[in-house]
Structures are given as C-alpha cells and as structure tokens.
C-alpha cells in the first residue's frame, strides 16, 4: 500500500459558490439562515449568518455540516437510541438534526454543507441549493 | 493494607499489536474503522484512522475505549435510562455505543480497545480481532 | 517484548496515608491547604480541600500533582521559556508551580502529590511531609 | 476556478509505517516517547505512548503534530511574543514546543507528526526518523 494517494478536495471557490447560491435561496425562500460548508475532514470552509437568523444556529449548522462530511450522507439517519450518544461522544459535534448534506463529486466526498434556523426541510432545501452549484455535485 | 501493590499493565508493545490486528481485520472486511486503544486509566496507547473511516469516529472510538477499560467490561450494556447521564456527567468520556471491549489478562484489566465507523456489531468483531493478539487476553 | 509487564501501584490505602500526614502537617504549620494525590496515569486518587484553604488552589494543587507524576520529578524546574507552552498544551494540566512531588517508590514512580495554598516552600514540605508517611518512598 | 482541486494525501498505511519508525528509533535511544501523527487537516491518524513515556506528553504531541500540519514548517520558529498568544487563541492546539514537523511530500503538505517527552532535540530526531520512512518525505 501507497504512503500517500491523490484525493478530490473543495476549493475555496467551490464553496464560496455554494454559500451563494445558498444566501440567495434562503433571501427567494424569505427565511434568514445559517450556513455552514466543511471540507472531508470537517474543518469551517465558509460560513454566513444571514441577518435575523438565530444565533445558536451557528452551532447546529456546523455541527449538520461536519456531520454530514463525516458520515458522507445527510443527517437525520441515525436510529434514535443512538443519536444523544453520538452527540455526547463528540462534544456536540455530531447532531442528528435534519440540514445537514455530504457533498459528493463524483462519487468522492470532499465536504458537507449544513443550514439551520428554519424548518429540517427549508434546511435540506437550501442545502440543496448549495449543492446544485458545485459541477457534478450529488444532491438530495 | 500496605501502600503499594504489584499490578499488571499493557505494554506499547502489547497495544501495536492489537492495532496491527484490527487494522488487518478490517482491511479484511473492507470496512475502514478508528481504532483506539488506552491503559488501564483510560489514557491513550495507541490509534489508527484508516483511508475512508469517519472523522466524527476519533472521538467515539476514543470514547469507546474509555468506558470499557474503565468499566472493565463491554460498551453498550448501561441500562437505557442512564446512558445519557453518564456521557453527561464525563464530558463525553463516557459512552454506551458498541464496540468498546475491556482488555483482560489473567483476570485483571489492563486497557480498553474502542473502534468505531461501522456498524455496532462489525466494531465489535474488530475489537475482538485486536483482542485474539494479546497473550492470554478474553475474547467477548 | 511482552504484552503486559508487572508494575508497581499506590494503593487507596497508601493515598489516604498520605493525605492524613498532609493534613497533620498543614494543621501543625497553622496553613490551610488543598492536597491533592494522583496515581502514575495522572487520575486523581485522594483528595482534601482544608478549611480557609483557597478555592482556585483545587485546581492549581491537582495540576501539580499530575505534572510531578507525568515528569517522574518535582514541579517547578521545567525552563521559563516552555512553562507556558507547556501549560496550553495541556489545557492547563502541566503547571511549573512549586509544590508538587512525585510518589517514587523502589525507583518507580507510582503518582504524585500537590499542594497549593500556601508560598511554595510551605506546599513542598506538606508534600514532603506525606511522602515521608509511605513505606519507601524518596522524599526531596 | 474549478469547484474541486485533485490532492496529495497521507494514507493510514504511510502513518503506520512512520509511527513503527518513531518507535524503533526511540527505543534505539532509549527514550520512551508520545508519537502523534495528523493528516493535513490535523486530525489524529495515529498515535503511540510508549512504556515511561510522560502521560501529559500525550497532549503535547499531539499539539506539535497539529502545529506542524497546520503551519507546514516545524515548530518552534515562531516569535516568542506570539506563542502564548497562538496557543491561547486556539484552545491550545497550537504549540511552540519543538518536536513538531510537517510532512511534506512532492512539495506538498500532506500532515504532521509530534514526538514528546524527551528533549527537544531528541524529540525532533524521533519525528526525522519517521519522515525518512515516508517515500519523497522531505527531513529537517
């Protein structure tokens, strides 16, 4: 086996254009979001709070989005006798909250987005959005 | 009741190859895993993140570990209505996801292995796997 | 190399002996201290928090006790210029205070002591003091 | 700007094969050492405390290795006036402690590695030993 392999990874450019693509779906959607974009190894791409969302959404955003990243699929799949343990075992890191999507490039995860401070589904719509900005970029 | 007492510890030895162990099983199984393994008090000997195991997993893994070698005993059998407690009041140290086994020699507990980024019952098997390395070591 | 090897471990009689010489010895120096006692792997074993003694020498007393028994020696003695680098990479851990002793019993470290709440020179003799109560064990 | 760039990235075989270098120069010294090794997102990939090796160096380590990755260059080169700060400024992930070092491969950073316990000289010279096992590693 290989000391080192050549691997997919988000560009900042890529993320940024997320970010956009979800700020202007959220202004279309008329709810004030937080969102969140993570590379494969969970660490803060981009991020924006739009103005009147909640600020403890900057928390469980990030949190959907490493998530998300950290498992490669959307959040809210985990059985419910599992999901406090998770949190707990991470430090909140880890949120079963709806929101919070992988991004999957062909067939590679480079990162996740996650957006919270509306419902779960205006959550996943605007993670959605975001997602279908990113050329052959997975969405849900 | 004297002030000292003979004891028995694992080795950094001892904990290398157990990782080589559980990093072969999973590459066997095709299932990349975190695998932590801690002393007797919990503090850490050895890790491995595998190409493709969760991030979110250094933590549970960890956890995992923790809560067998200091409960000397497998991870997931806290009765349900206190599980969430104890991750509480630990920090997080304490966990009841599966797939944390106490490591124990000649009756006594030297360590935990924790592993973590399959399901519960393919961390178990690896933990296991680790376990069959040690000299004289209890199986689960 | 083996994978378990015999050592050598305070028991919680042999801290509790400590910690009641420590004790004796504040009261007779007419200094109210925190005493804390920690065995090889830095958990903590025994604790006392005397009257008038100051509430942040808790901390302060536990860190001491861990650092002597992590570096095998007395606190105090790490080079100015890494004694903070040491502390934040510990969150707070490591501590270059005075007052904290190892527990070296037949040449093998099986804890340590710290003691806050008075100058330095006064922890060290409380510490001294309880080390003088174990069978064996180096005083300094 | 293209939405996703092709990387360089350590696998856990490469990680492997630099902690069994680690130790095996270590016990060549005969200085038991924490080894710590990160990906370039300074996440753990894997680690080993070695028998006698400082428990609270299993933090340090770490913290080296994180640093390395982080900053692409070995630690201990920044100022004095902006150690402390960097190292309060993130919760103690940074650290100035030699011992830290990047792995660099293809002129491309691909994590780091953090030994501690001994000197700091003997420290940087475990983490060489491993980064001359890592296939086009540069050494410092």
């Known amino acids: 086996m290989s000391d080192t392999v050549s691997t997919l990874k988000l560009t900042h ?3 940024l254009k997320m970010l956009a693509a979800a700020v202007k779906k959220s202004e279309d959607m008329g709810v004030p979001q937080c969102i ?11 991020f924006s709070r739009m103005d009147g969302a909640k600020v403890l959404s900057i928390e469980t955003a990030t949190a959907k989005a490493r ?4 498992s490669k699929g959307p959040t809210g799949k985990t059985p419910p006798h599992a999901e406090n343990l998770m949190g707990l075992a991470t430090g909140g890191r880890f949120t079963n909250l709806k929101g919070g999507l992988p991004v999957i ?15 779960g589904d ?16 997975q969405t849900f």
Chains 1, 2, 3, 4 share one sequence.
């Open 13 to 15: 450019a890529g993320a």
């Open 36 to 46: 969140a974009i993570v590379d494969e190894s969970a660490n803060l791409l981009a």
């Open 67 to 70: 998530t998300a990243a950290s």
């Open 105 to 119: 490039v062909d067939g590679k995860c480079v990162g996740g987005i996650g957006v919270g401070s509306g419902t």
């Open 122 to 137: 205006q959550d996943v719509e605007v993670a959605n959005a975001a997602l279908a900005a990113v050329k052959g970029a």
